[in-house]
């Protein structure tokens, strides 16, 4: 049997943390998601492991997800949140708590809804991403715009230990059609540094939630991807409930591997659907 691990999956209790981006949101999002409401797709679209990834930027959030893991078979990992701008108390955390907790996997911080687009160059978050990279504990970048790219290239630059993926691709512009523009010029130099990985995910969404897109559309960037950082340096992600915008989870995953068939030896599928987010994620 094939073994996928869906390495981007939310929930989300509006009773028991706090979700900003989701004040004004008007669409289905908008509302409590729990990890059973995934199960008759999960099977359908034949993903056999999953981890939790943070969407909320405080501790509550991280402790649903662990709770959730704990009491799901098929989950394996949790990417959570720790206090960045306070090295002490994210030392703290680390020490005393969270690297005790089984499926304790990565961190991960909403840069893309904080003002500045160079968040994570103030000095006591750097000093934080030491501390993970000392630990070896990995980081999800989310980049939405240039910015957010050219701030995790210079991370890397000052801390080359520290172990980031970029969330989405980093959002190509598959709407637009360029290829590959800014976006394109970015990740390639991002490439450059062995520390970055490249996560296939929430790209639906970057087709402006078209219900009909299907692999050509995401064929071009994630054979871009795949030329600069390898095979070694990718894995996939649903982006579940998220995905469900744009076309559904099921969809997702048959667009996903339906380009990689196109793109990857049989080998490096197996790579790229299972064993490479093993290792980064310390499955």
Known sequence: MQRIVDTHVHIWNLQRAEYPWLQNDTSILNKTWEIAALNEEREAAGVTEGVLVQAGGNLEDTELMLETARATTWISGVVGWLPLKNPVETNRLL?????????????????????????????AVLESLAILAEKNIPFDIVAVKPGHIETAIEVAERIPGLKMVFDHLSQPPVAAGEKFGLWGDLMKVAAQHPGFHAKISGLGTTTKNRADWGAKDIAPYMGFILDHFGADRCFCGGDWPVSLLAGGYVHTWAAYKEVLTTLASEKEQEKILYHNACVFYNL
Do not use: M, N, S
Not at 107 to 114: A, L, T
């Open 95 to 123: 020490d005393t708590k969270f690297l005790h907790e089984k499926y304790f996997k990565g961190i991960r911080h909403q840069v893309h809804d904080e003002p500045d687009a160079k968040w994570l160059l103030q000095p």
